[in-house]
């Protein structure tokens, strides 16, 4: 696998860096949760715990960067594709109805510890947005796997046609 610029890149090395990474993320977690548990004001507080929050996030992210480059991954099945699709479609209307309506409120308010709470939201929102209309269409459809796939593996694609070895 080639890095970008060309470079080779040895996945045992981006696993061993993501799970380094994985473990900062979360020491800077537990330590803005610490001090966000002692702030008073209600705006630096929610600020530093929704930060606090992102970085378990990206710990996960790393995780699950480390474990794609150690392990092969199995396919989706059709089953949870649909149970994906049915429950990310709400979720991606949703998600596009908050940001709109986020930014409409943003475009209201005066306060400038409002605006840089509703910012943040709307940042969020569509990103989360973008994440879901990314997974529908690129990630979980490309990784099916049919019954149908299992079976022409088994004996339209296999030079055996489904004996053992021949």
């Keep these: 696998m080639?890095?970008?610029?060309g470079a080779s890149?040895?996945?045992g090395?981006?696993?061993?860096?993501a799970r380094r990474m994985a473990e900062e993320e979360r020491r800077h977690a537990s330590e803005m949760k610490k001090m966000a548990s002692r702030l008073h004001h209600p705006v630096l507080r929610a600020l530093f715990t929704a930060i606090a929050t992102d970085s378990e996030k990206h710990a996960v992210f790393y995780e699950s960067l480390a474990e794609l480059a150690e392990n092969p991954q199995p396919g989706i099945t059709?089953?949870?594709l649909e149970m994906i699709r049915s429950t990310i479609e709400e979720h991606i209307r949703e998600e596009a109805e908050a940001v709109e309506r986020v930014r409409k409120l943003l475009e209201t308010v005066d306060d400038p510890r409002m605006k840089v709470i509703l910012s943040a939201l709307a940042s969020d929102e569509?990103?989360?947005h973008a994440i879901l209309l990314a997974v529908k269409k690129d990630i979980a459809s490309r990784e099916t796997i049919s019954e149908q796939d299992v079976w022409d593996a088994v004996?339209?694609?296999?030079?055996?046609?489904?004996?053992p070895g021949g």
Excluded: I, Q, V, Y
């Excluded at 004996?155 to 004996?163: L, M, T």
């Design 78 to 80: 059709e089953d949870d």
């Design 126 to 128: 569509a990103t989360h």
């Design 13 to 17: 090395e981006l696993a061993s860096w």
């Design 9 to 11: 890149l040895d996945l």
């Design 2 to 5: 080639a890095a970008p610029g």
């Design 155 to 163: 004996w339209r694609d296999s030079p055996w046609k489904g004996s």
